[in-house]
């Protein structure tokens, strides 16, 4: 059975940084399309960052330069590195992964980052 | 950047009623690159469809996908309880890679 299950979720000053896990199970980080979704308290989803299979990286413009994705295949573990935050980077965030780079198929239950001072 | 338009921004129906949602985009959209999620309070979306027209697996088929172009329907038949939700439309393009519709919710009349 295909699990991802997030970590690393906490409160944080603006300008600080936070790194966010996604523990896979079920199969392995490196053979799906890995991103990271957003979600701000009563909002719609955002994406915000993809790590191909091949290991190519794409970020919203919204993180551009302030967030990196990257991926541990020995932990079989996608994770978001976030510095520069501000508070309008408050949300729960989703890793989810997908058999193409179309859609996602498989996501987590979420952790929360709450930016606030 | 391709923007998505989702309408109604809220559906209120009765159980056992059919729902149409809407999902236009402001350029065409690859069919093969719209899909469907529904997201219940508290939890994660999940994938309806794919392709605007395939059901992921497990999916009833009380669920369906429609269009091209520029508009897309999700049609949902005989509405249950746990099919009132948060249903969003997205799209894949090149920048931004991905983008969400607003979301429509469905909820009980």
């Known amino acids: 059975e295909v699990q991802l299950v997030e970590s690393g979720g906490d409160l944080v000053r603006p300008g600080g940084s936070l790194r966010l896990s996604c523990a896979a199970s079920?199969?392995?980080?490196?053979?799906?399309?890995m991103s990271w979704v957003r979600q701000a308290p009563g909002k719609g989803l955002e994406w915000v960052s993809i790590?191909?299979?091949?290991?190519?990286?794409y970020y919203a413009d919204s993180v551009e330069a302030r967030f990196t994705i990257s991926r541990d295949n020995s932990k079989n573990t996608l994770y978001l590195q976030m510095n520069s935050l501000r508070p309008e980077d408050t949300a729960v965030y989703y890793c989810?992964?997908?058999?193409?780079?179309?859609?996602?198929?498989?996501w987590g239950q979420g952790t929360l980052v709450t930016v606030s001072s | 950047e391709i923007v998505l338009t989702q309408s109604p921004g809220t559906l209120s129906l009765s159980p056992g009623e059919r729902a149409t949602l809407s999902c236009r985009a402001s350029q065409n959209v690859n069919s093969a690159y719209l899909a469907w999620y529904q997201q219940k309070p508290g939890q994660a979306p999940r994938l309806l469809i794919y392709g605007a027209s395939r059901r992921a697996t497990g999916i009833p088929d009380k669920f369906s996908g429609s269009g091209s172009g520029t508009d897309f329907t999700l049609t949902i038949n005989r509405l249950e309880p746990e099919d009132f939700a948060m249903y969003y439309c997205?799209?894949?393009?090149?920048?931004?890679?991905?983008?969400f519709g607003p979301g429509t919710k469905v909820d009980v009349k």
């Open positions: 997205q799209q894949f393009g090149s920048t931004p890679r991905f983008t």
């Open positions: 790590i191909y299979t091949g290991g190519s990286l």
């Open positions: 079920g199969f392995t980080v490196s053979s799906k399309y």
């Open positions: 989810a992964g997908g058999d193409t780079d179309y859609y996602f198929d498989s």
